[in-house]
């Protein structure tokens, strides 16, 4: 049942696309930027799932006893998407201040209007 | 004109990724066979049900990671420690990222003031 | 946070639960940092959890109370010491004759302690320290920046609380575009001519 996750963060990066070449309102397209960096971070982590597994983390209770440490899924994509979101996170946040500054120089966030390089 | 093509391409885009799911999905490697497995003997010993001779990284870092780092989580042993170049760079995005932010609204708000003067 | 002339209630039930809040968000995001090794978490994600008591803060007293209560000053230049704080922790390594960020002194301790797995935990709590201080100063920043209350008279965003110097840059822009000015009014007359030969074509 993994293939949902796929599908799912396909569909949303296709979204985000969607909204980067359609919309007239700056900020929804700084939105929709956001939203292919989440769908990308979704399939990079279910690309890592092995089926039956659980959390790759050592159980103190069966480290104690014994027990052999149960199947793990992947460790390395869950540790590279950690980067990724914070890569996500900062690229908005520089965006949206880019964002404010067209504001107050040309008084309307519409990309019809900011198109020209004034004086 | 433009926004057929628009939505168009992006169907295509979005058959295409379909496709591209439904192909690696079929081609996961089998790691067991979940059929005529009893759970109590699965949950005891699971390295018995293993059908896979995994030989990637991700096998090498698990396997040697609680005698080379003592740390029982494994994802925290692989940010920090086996791949750690990888998270000195990402702090330095997220100071760059901040800093950039302060410089470009507070320079906005200098000229507004001034262009107001005068 | 008040609306026009006192919608004084909704004032009342959101400071009682940014009160009831903000203790646990501070204590969950100091454990989840903490406990980084042992448990599911690290140092990124304890960082946003407690970077988001400042965001209750503001949502149950204001911003001009947020701002006294934390200074962005201090945050700014704590986000600094916590990255170089980073790259010391990996220097370690080659004042030991290895390589850099090596994991040093690894067998301090058994698995599941506290203090476990030598310098992982400790760039861990580095990380931390850093996200937290970080994203708490973004947070403010750009909170400042929504209009203040007309009740507040003295409201001072975190910008210009920390106004920098006269940037030399700034007045060579000014000369650049003064001197461009005069290129900018001949296009209005060239347009006006243009429509001059319009009328005359008719």
Not at chain 1, 3 to 22: K, R
Not at chain 2, 27 to 56: C, F, K, Q, W
Not at chain 3, 153 to 159: G, I, R, Y
């Amino acid at each position: 049942m993994i293939i949902v996750n796929y599908i799912a963060s396909i569909i949303l990066i296709v979204l985000g696309l969607y909204a980067v070449c359609t919309k007239k309102n700056l900020i929804k397209v700084v939105l929709g930027l956001g939203i292919v960096d989440y769908g990308v971070n979704m399939l990079i982590v279910s690309l890592g799932f092995n089926d039956g597994g659980t959390a790759p983390i050592y159980q103190m209770s069966d480290l104690l006893n014994g027990v052999a440490p149960h199947f793990f899924v992947d460790p390395v994509p869950q540790a590279l998407t950690l980067t990724s979101i914070v890569i996500g996170a900062c690229v908005d946040a520089m965006a949206l201040s880019l964002v404010i500054m067209i504001y107050r120089k040309y008084k309307s966030i519409n990309a019809d209007d900011v198109r020209r390089l004034h004086g | 004109m433009k926004r057929t093509l628009t939505v168009m391409s992006l169907l295509v885009i979005l058959v295409c990724g379909i496709f591209a799911g439904r192909y690696a999905y079929d081609n996961i490697p089998v790691t067991y066979d979940g059929r005529e497995v009893s759970v109590v003997d699965l949950y005891n010993n699971p390295t018995v049900y293993d059908e896979s001779n995994p030989d990637g990284v991700a096998d090498v870092i698990v396997k040697e990671n609680l005698e080379k780092t003592m740390a029982a989580n494994n994802v925290a042993a692989v940010v920090f420690d086996f791949r750690g170049y990888d998270t000195l760079g990402e702090s330095f995005i997220l100071l760059t990222a901040i800093a950039g932010s302060f410089v470009i609204l507070s320079r906005g708000h200098k000229k507004e003031e001034k262009g107001g003067e005068a | 946070m008040k609306f026009k002339d006192g919608i004084k209630e909704q004032n009342v039930i959101i400071k009682c639960g940014a009160d009831k809040f903000l203790p646990f968000a501070l204590t969950f995001g100091i454990y989840i940092i903490l406990f980084g090794t042992v448990s599911p978490g690290g140092g990124f994600q304890g960082g946003v959890c407690v970077a988001s008591g400042a965001l209750l803060l503001y949502l149950g007293y204001g911003y001009n109370i947020a701002t006294k209560a934390i200074n962005t000053e201090v945050l700014r230049i704590n986000e600094a010491i916590g990255a170089s704080l980073y790259v010391i922790l990996g220097l370690l390594g080659i004042a030991f004759g290895l390589n850099f960020a090596r994991n040093i002194f690894f067998d301090m301790g058994n698995v599941g302690d506290l203090l476990s797995a030598g310098t992982i935990t400790f760039m861990g709590y580095a990380v931390g320290y850093k996200v937290l201080c970080g994203v708490g100063f973004l947070l403010l920043l750009m909170l400042g920046l929504l209009a203040p209350d007309p009740d507040d008279a003295d409201a001072v965003p975190a910008l210009e609380a920390a106004a920098p110097a006269e940037l030399p840059l700034e007045e060579t822009a000014n000369a650049v575009l003064e001197s461009a000015a005069p290129a900018a009014e001949a296009v209005p007359a060239a347009a006006e001519a243009a429509a001059a030969v319009k009328e005359e074509a008719e």
